[in-house]
């Protein structure tokens, strides 16, 4: 029977099939350390991003690709072999199933997660790396986890109250841009590589900020989150 013991690490999703369904090239992270966790689903095609500064630049129909992406924290529970995944924030709005799989090992030791709560199975490696550790992570009105090693780090930092994208998105369908957009855009998801004290961004939410600082740790352990708004405006914010 799997354990929270087993669930450590760094796992990266190799595919997942449900009825009608597969999909073998979304780039899937979860990162677990104790009973936290943060995970960021980035599809393998973006838009071309050129000549844009800031998300604000991008037209309705880049916005609405970026908004296929998915990021979402929290901690687990394990009981019966059943890991459930509670969302204290989540990019699109707190969804209303319970996310939950039943975890097992194949034979070649990967993990396998069946769904539920609905008919899915996703295959999963662990991703190999050092221990890792985790911390809960607080910005004004933003909250999140921060998960991490000496190489790499994988973090959510969004808005528990934000509300549901599907009104956003049917807006930038019918050619609007609305007014919820910079609060959308300003949560933040991210996986990358420590350089030194500073966090850069391998795959983010906002492609405009991958191979860029995100990051900014101090030999104290304090942690400097550097925003990015809709409108590109750069901040760097204290972590709690």
């Known amino acids: 029977m799997i354990t929270q013991a087993q669930l450590q690490g760094h ?25 936290l966790f943060a995970d960021l689903r980035i599809p393998a095609v973006r838009p071309d991003l ?13 916005l609405l690709h970026l908004m296929r992406a998915e990021g979402f924290a929290g901690e687990i529970t394990v009981a019966d072999g059943i890991c459930t995944w509670h969302r204290a924030i ?24 069946d769904g539920v709560h609905a008919e899915y199975r ?9 221990p890792l550790s985790a911390r809960p992570l607080r910005a004004g009105a933003l909250e999140g986890v921060l998960v991490w090693s000496d190489e790499m780090f994988l973090f959510g930092l969004g808005d528990p109250a934000a509300p549901p994208a599907a009104p956003l998105r049917a807006a930038l369908e019918a050619g609007a841009r609305p007014e919820g957009l910079a609060r959308h855009f300003r949560s933040d998801y991210a996986l990358g590589r420590w350089e030194g004290n500073a966090g ?3 795959l983010c939410t906002n492609p405009l900020r ?19 708004g809709f409108d590109g405006r750069e901040e760097p914010v204290a972590l709690a």
């Open 210 to 228: 991958e191979g860029r600082p995100v990051l900014s740790r101090a030999a104290d352990g304090g942690l400097t989150w550097l925003s990015s």
């Open 11 to 35: 796992w990266r999703r190799d595919w997942i099939k449900a009825p009608g369904f597969e999909d073998h090239t979304t780039r899937v992270h979860w990162a677990q350390a104790g009973a």
């Open 122 to 130: 996703e295959l999963w490696h662990r991703v190999p790396g050092g």
């Open 90 to 113: 989540n990019w699109h709005g707190r969804p209303e199933a319970v996310d939950a799989g039943r975890m097992s090992f194949d034979p070649k030791g990967r993990l396998v997660e």
């Open 50 to 62: 050129g000549g844009a500064a800031c998300l604000a630049d991008l037209d309705n129909a880049a």
């Open 200 to 202: 850069i961004a391998e």
